[in-house]
Each structure stands twice: as C-alpha cells, then as structure tokens.
C-alpha cells in the first residue's frame, strides 16, 4: 500500500519572509499538504497578501511580522505563535536580502546588515523554537542558503557568499546537537531562480548566468518548495545536516 508522499497534515509551519519570493512558494507548497503555514514578514502588509492568496486556494495560513534580525522581536513573536497553536513543528529560516555588488562596494553597513538578516536571523529563529522542540521531541528545521555559499558567487557578493556559508555551517552545527532530540536540521541551497530578485538584475547579467546552468533555465520557485516538502516530511526522518542543492547542475558536490 502506498502512502500519500509527504503529507504534512496537521503540522504548524513558521517560514520566513515568506511575503515574496522562494519563501511565498515554499509557504504555498506545504500548505498545499496539510500545513497550517505561519507567513512572516519585516512588513505585515507582504504577509497579509501571501496568507491571504493561500486560504483562498483552500489553505490554512496566518500573518505577522517582525524583523528576524532582531531577538527581541523574533522572541516576542514567536510567543505568540505558540499561544495561538500550541506548538512549532517546522521552520524554515527563508528571509534574506539580495544585493549584487562587487568587493570594492561592500562597506560595513552592508556587510553587518546581510549577516545579521541572514545569518543571525537564521539563529534568532533556531533558538527561538529549540527548547520547544525538544520537549515535544519533534521538529523540522531548514535552512535556506545559496549555491554562493558552496562555491563563492562570481558576480562578486561576498558578504551574501559568507553569509549563505554561514548558514551551512549553523545548520551542521545544531543538527549534531538536535538529532538527538527528535529534530532534524538540514539546508538547501538554491540556484538562480525566477523571483523578484532576479528581475533586479541586467539582462547581460541574467544571461551570463543562465549559460553556466546546465539545465539551461532559472529555477522555477516551486522548485525549492517542493524540496524543502521533502526534508520537513518524515520521509526525510533519517537526514541529517545536509544541504540540499538545487541548482539546475550549475554546482555539483
């Protein structure tokens, strides 16, 4: 007998800065099986919008909105989720910021403000659900990191690049010390994709980088929805601090 594959039925799901983009279509994804999906946002209205688009195709999802790089707001939050269900089984660590610079260009600001969004925002919510997964003895965390932060980016970006392996080194480290509570921890490591942030870039730069994707496309987003289903489903329940890629072949480990 075959069971229904990755059905999520029942699970309460955080994903943030999930208002757009490669978040929007991971929150449409697993609420499409069974996830009552928590849309975060640094902006309420975003995350309004995508709760909103969801229900109306027959799912379940609520918004708020706080700034992940913040502790304070992510705690303040994050209590509330858990007045309101009871619980988090998932998390998926999505919010980030894009910003297609040379070395030269990077000053401090934008170098502390991709790290504290990416990396730090990826910690802020980790901890925020830990101690409740452990005592449920269940949850499901991913991380969203980049194929930047496997192989370096060649537009340049590397603050973006350290931050995304950052994240990969966060993920290995918390999945040693989760596993034995019954959480798996894993990443995945996107491509280029079709989102908002690609329609920021030149069309000589989309073009240099879709002719070093062996597929020869953008990723579409529900792409990445599909595989983060995957790790936050029990058919993942053996899967560990892995990263996941999901790149067209552009990069492959």
């Known amino acids: 007998m075959t069971s229904i594959q990755h059905d999520l039925s029942g699970k309460i799901a955080v994903v943030t800065g999930a208002g757009r983009g490669l978040g929007k279509a991971i929150a449409e994804v697993i609420a499409g099986r069974g996830v009552h999906v928590v849309i975060t946002d640094r902006v309420l209205e975003p995350a309004e919008q995508a709760a909103a688009s969801i229900r109306a195709a027959g799912g379940r999802a609520s918004p708020i909105a706080f700034d992940v790089a913040e502790s ?7 209590g509330k989720i858990r007045a309101e269900f009871g619980r988090v089984d998932i998390l998926i660590n999505n919010a980030g910021i894009g910003d297609f610079v040379s070395f030269p260009e990077i000053t401090p600001e934008k170098w502390d403000r991709m790290l504290n969004i990416h990396l730090k925002g990826s910690f802020n919510c980790c901890q925020a659900v830990l101690a409740s997964m ?5 949850g499901k965390i991913v991380n969203i990191s980049s194929v930047a932060g496997k192989r370096g980016d060649f537009i ?11 994240i990969i ?12 509570f019954g959480i798996n921890v894993n990443a ?3 491509g280029l994709f079709a989102t908002e942030l690609t329609d920021g870039m030149s069309s000589e730069m989309k073009a240099t980088t879709i002719a070093r994707i062996p597929a020869g496309r953008l990723g579409r987003p529900e792409e990445i929805g599909r595989a ?10 053996y899967i560990f601090g892995e990263t996941l890629s999901v790149n067209g072949g552009s990069y492959m480990d």
């Open 169 to 180: 080194g966060l993920t290995k480290s918390l999945a040693l010390y989760a596993a034995p």
């Open 156 to 166: 340049g970006n590397a603050h973006y690049t350290a931050a995304k392996a950052g």
């Open 134 to 138: 452990k005592e449920q003895k269940y």
């Open 188 to 190: 995945v490591a996107p």
């Open 72 to 78: 304070d707001q992510v705690e303040e939050a994050f």
């Open 228 to 237: 983060t289903a995957f790790l936050v489903s029990d058919d993942a329940s």
